[in-house]
């Protein structure tokens, strides 16, 4: 019963976010222009070209990033909460860092963390 409010929430925030998209792209008008379509590079105008290509390895290192970030806020509200569960809170954090650790050694392992 707790969790009854969930539906008619995500719902309605639904309906917000994709009725907010279809009203502006029905109600807005359509002007395409050159000016437009051509990269905002604060008001100067680009040497070169505008594409640039990054190498793969940053892409895993802010992966790497994102997922020790990520675990920091999961375990944020498990250290709020260690009193009352005790000894199982801590064998399931336990079992969560260990989880993170070996996904770290087979990225290291693989090569994935060295610089290129």
């Given amino acids: 019963m707790d969790y009854f409010l969930i539906v008619p929430f995500t719902l309605l925030a639904a309906l917000f976010v994709f009725g907010g998209l279809a009203a502006s792209f029905l109600l807005a008008p359509h002007r395409p222009g050159k000016v437009k379509n051509s990269p905002y590079e604060c008001g100067e105008k680009t040497i070169g070209t505008s594409w640039v290509q990054f190498n793969v390895g940053y892409y895993l290192f802010a992966l790497m990033f994102l997922v020790f970030d990520v675990e920091a806020a999961f375990l944020y509200p498990w250290a ?31 090569g994935a963390l060295e610089w290129v």
């Avoid at 000894?87 to 969560?96: M, P, Q, T, Y």
């Fill in 80 to 110: 709020l909460v260690f009193r009352e569960f005790g000894a199982v809170a801590l064998i399931e954090a336990g079992i969560f860092i260990l989880v993170l650790i070996a996904g770290f050694i087979y990225a290291w392992k693989k």
